[in-house]
């Protein structure tokens, strides 16, 4: 249980999100979004977010983390940057910090949206979902996923290293894409694709396939290129992009049975939707044969709502008798 108010917290390798929850069941209040790297550790990123907060201190807190959380002191994998439960709670007079990994919020996120919510964009075929579990993933400065199952009378979370995982070609353009392909630590993971490096690292393959010069070196660029310019090679990536998504998402649906549905949120997805519902993302995720009717009867989604890990804190710390998850914390009352 957590003593509030209740800070949350969603540090990423590109942003740091923060607000406050007044009371369980209360709507979160929203702090200023922070840049990781503005600031050289977490607890002067906090304190800055919270000196736009004029209501009762936080006594408690829950913060995600864009990392396996193993321990209490969690080194991010994507920024400079290591998120030390006990030092934050000391420094702000917290009782308990708790840590979880960034997919634990966004998977617990899922079940406060309808359908037809405004913060959802679905894409594919209007099914309806299942009973079962819940797929959650999410493209950004990495790749994150987990997900959200029945069990019992509770919820279980499910947070994975899944972007880590392998990812190779299928298709003939796939095969002699990837000798060009940047590899990270010796490895194409879905990670080293599916995020906003990988986006560039498929323009930059591309380029070299075609014996071009690419002049796209960020995410945004791409995206302008495509919608203002009409790039090929923009273009071309994306459209790679959408598909190899879809592949992935259908892989991580068949391994985990998720007849609930599958969730892709991080920031690229929800510019690109109408790039989603083209096609190429949908028929790679159909293609599952010998289980390709399964997979079509499994809704996909994309989480337009900017801030869904936010939106999930703030249920896991109103109502935590619902879910069960892993987690690590510092408490004032243990500790030395």
Same mark, same amino acid.
């Given at each position: ?78 920024? $400079?940057? %290591? ?33 037809? /919510? ?7 075929? $209007?099914?309806?979902?299942? +009973?079962? +579990? ?6 950004? %400065? ?72 690419? +002049?796209?070196? %960020? ?31 259908? /892989? ?6 998720? %007849? ?59 109502? +935590? ?16």
């Amino acid at each position: 249980m957590f003593a509030f108010p209740v800070l949350i917290g969603d540090i990423g390798g590109t942003n740091s999100r923060f607000a406050v929850v007044p009371q369980p069941g209360r709507a979160h209040v929203p702090l200023p979004r922070l840049l990781t790297a503005s600031t050289p550790e977490p607890v002067e990123a906090i304190r800055d977010a919270l000196s736009h907060y004029s209501g009762p201190p936080p006594r408690s807190a829950m913060i995600a983390v864009a990392n396996r959380v193993d321990s209490p002191v969690v080194r991010l994998t994507n920024a $400079d940057w %290591t998120i030390d439960a006990g030092a934050i709670g000391r420094a702000l007079g917290l009782g308990r910090v708790v840590l979880v990994n960034d997919y634990t919020p966004v998977a617990a996120s899922a079940i406060t949206f309808a359908p037809k /919510d405004e913060g959802l964009a679905r894409i594919g075929p $209007d099914v309806p979902a299942g +009973p079962g +579990p819940r797929l959650v993933l999410g493209p950004g %400065t990495g790749l994150g996923a987990g997900a959200l199952a029945p069990v019992a009378d509770r919820l279980a979370i499910l947070a994975s290293e899944a972007g880590h995982m392998e990812l190779g070609p299928t298709e003939e353009e796939e095969f002699r894409l990837w000798p060009h392909l940047e590899r990270v630590g010796g490895r194409i993971t879905a990670e080293v694709v599916l995020s906003g490096p990988g986006l560039c690292r498929l323009c930059h393959a591309l380029a070299a396939l075609r014996d071009e010069t690419n +002049p796209l070196a %960020t995410p945004p660029e791409v995206l302008r290129a495509w919608r203002e310019q009409h790039s090929s090679l923009a273009g071309a990536a994306l459209a790679l992009f959408a598909r190899l998504l879809g592949r992935f998402a259908g /892989d991580l649906a068949l391994a985990l049975e998720a %007849t609930g549905g599958v969730y892709i949120a991080g920031g690229i997805p929800p510019r690109i939707t109408d790039l989603l519902n083209s096609g190429g993302f949908r028929a790679a995720f159909e293609k599952k044969a010998p289980h390709q009717a399964w997979a079509a009867h499994v809704p996909t989604f994309v989480i337009t709502d900017p801030d869904p890990a936010l939106r999930g804190l703030a249920v896991l710390v109103s109502e +935590p008798e619902r879910f069960t998850f892993q987690f690590r914390e510092w408490a004032a009352n243990r500790s030395a």
